[in-house]
């Protein structure tokens, strides 16, 4: 059974970083694409990031380029989103999504995701 988990969310001041983890388990093969998505209330969800499935291709959304930076460790099957220079906007709900086929991730896509995960909450105030 396929499994995500989020984790790493929490409070942080304008300026500040944090490191989201989302591991994955109960894949048959080691050959999926991975993306991370928010929701801030009342808001539709939207694409952040995404990192295809052979790693050699990183998407961002426009607004957290230069700040945000996606990576995989597949020795631990983790996806990391690391966020700095994060700002109220940033605040939402973050889940991590994973795509087996198709190409809905490199898009930012949520609708084509096939699995997801619960999300971790980040806040950013003053």
């Known amino acids: 059974q396929v499994q995500l988990v989020e984790s790493g969310g929490g409070s942080v001041q304008p300026g500040g970083s944090l490191r989201l983890s989302c591991a994955a388990s109960?894949?048959?093969?080691?050959?999926?694409?991975i993306g991370w998505f928010r929701q801030a209330p009342g808001k539709e969800r939207e694409g952040v990031s995404c990192?295809?499935?052979?790693?050699?291709?990183?998407i961002y959304a426009e607004s957290v380029k230069g700040r945000f930076t996606i990576a995989r460790d597949k020795a631990k099957s983790t996806v990391y989103l690391q966020m700095n220079s994060l700002r109220a906007g940033d605040t939402a709900i973050y889940y991590c999504?994973?795509?087996?086929?198709?190409?809905?991730?490199?898009?930012?896509?949520?609708?084509?995701?096939?699995?997801w995960g619960k999300g971790t909450p980040v806040a950013v105030s003053s």
């Open positions: 999504a994973a795509e087996v086929y198709g190409s809905s991730c490199v898009f930012l896509g949520a609708s084509g995701m096939d699995y």
């Open positions: 109960g894949f048959n093969k080691d050959y999926y694409a």
């Open positions: 990192i295809s499935r052979s790693d050699d291709n990183t």
